[in-house]
């Protein structure tokens, strides 16, 4: 009775994260980005955002201002980019450029609450600490 239970509701709500990444950063950013706005537009911008920069050092190197040009069609993107600037730059300051792996850390980054730091850990790291909603 479970397993049928389990049966469908993984055909309801698949094992799948919507936004596009190839790097645990790169799901930073675009979790940053995905508040309040559709996936589907995320990975359009994160699409051509990550060909200009997609590292912690190369956004902390880009000015703020940059760094919105290429946001500007996402809700709140001046908000955004302040916080990818500022996670990009304590990335690179405290943990070399790479993303930490424990909710306690990810949840002192800008803009990343508990179920961001869930989101990231789970599809970035395997690590399941807790259901993102």
Same mark, same amino acid.
Do not use: C, H
């Given at each position: 009775?479970?397993?049928?239970?389990?049966?469908?509701?993984?055909?309801?709500?698949?094992?799948?994260?919507?936004? &596009? +990444?190839?790097?645990?950063?790169? #799901?930073?950013?675009?979790?940053? #980005?995905?508040?309040?706005?559709?996936?589907?537009?995320?990975? *359009?911008?994160?699409?051509?955002? +990550? $060909?200009?920069?997609?590292?912690?050092?190369?956004?902390?190197?880009?000015?703020?201002? *940059?760094?919105?040009?290429?946001?500007?069609?996402?809700? +709140?993107?001046? $908000?955004?980019?302040? /916080? %990818?600037?500022? %996670?990009?730059? =304590?990335?690179?300051?405290? /943990? @070399?450029?790479?993303?930490?792996?424990? %909710? *306690?850390?990810?949840?002192? #980054?800008?803009?990343? @609450?508990?179920?961001?730091? &869930?989101?990231?850990? /789970?599809?970035? +790291?395997?690590? &399941?600490? @807790? =259901?993102?909603?």
């Amino acid at each position: 009775m479970v397993e049928e239970i389990i049966k469908r509701l993984e055909k309801v709500f698949p094992d799948k994260l919507e936004l &596009n +990444f190839s790097t645990p950063f790169e #799901l930073v950013v675009a979790v940053v #980005l995905s508040a309040q706005e559709r996936d589907a537009k995320v990975n *359009e911008v994160t699409k051509e955002l +990550f $060909k200009k920069f997609n590292t912690p050092q190369q956004f902390a190197n880009a000015s703020l201002e *940059e760094i919105e040009k290429e946001i500007s069609s996402i809700s +709140f993107y001046k $908000k955004k980019a302040e /916080y %990818i600037k500022q %996670i990009s730059q =304590i990335l690179v300051e405290k /943990y @070399g450029g790479e993303v930490p792996k424990s %909710i *306690e850390e990810l949840e002192k #980054l800008p803009g990343i @609450g508990r179920k961001s730091a &869930n989101m990231i850990l /789970y599809n970035a +790291f395997g690590i &399941n600490e @807790g =259901i993102a909603v």
